[in-house]
């Protein structure tokens, strides 16, 4: 069992950073992919980033208005943490952040229900 933590949410003005953390309780979310999704209020949740269980492969959406470009995710498998780092932020970045971690194929890594271990989400408010 993994038990996943966010934190680092809050309120920023467009154009500003922030950087998100997702903490695990167990050694075994090294061995695991990890996934950061988003909820808007009304809208479904939707990928954002992703990254291999060593950190050699990293993929970002690509839809628009995504946040490819202005978001890096990385991970430090010494700490058990995954980091969301975002710039640029735009008030349209608004929602719940929530990390998932799981044995992912690579071709499901967009997809939450291929995630085994979940946060509690962290809310991210960006004023115009």
């Known amino acids: 069992q993994v038990q996943l933590v966010e934190s680092g949410g809050g309120l920023v003005q467009a154009g500003g950073s922030l950087r998100l953390s997702c903490a695990a309780s167990a050694r075994t979310f090294t061995r695991y992919s990890v996934g950061w999704f988003r909820q808007a209020p009304g809208k479904e949740r939707e990928f954002a980033a992703s990254?291999?269980?060593?950190?050699?492969?990293?993929?970002?959406?690509d839809y628009a208005d995504s946040v490819k470009g202005r978001f890096t995710i990385s991970r430090d498998n010494a700490k058990n943490t995954v980091y969301l780092q975002m710039n640029s932020l735009k008030p349209e970045d608004t929602a719940v952040y929530y990390c998932a971690a799981g044995a992912i194929a690579t071709m499901d890594r967009t997809r939450g229900r291929s995630y085994e271990y979940w946060g509690q989400g962290t809310q991210v408010t960006v004023s115009s």
């Open positions: 990254i291999s269980w060593g950190g050699g492969i990293t993929y970002y959406a």
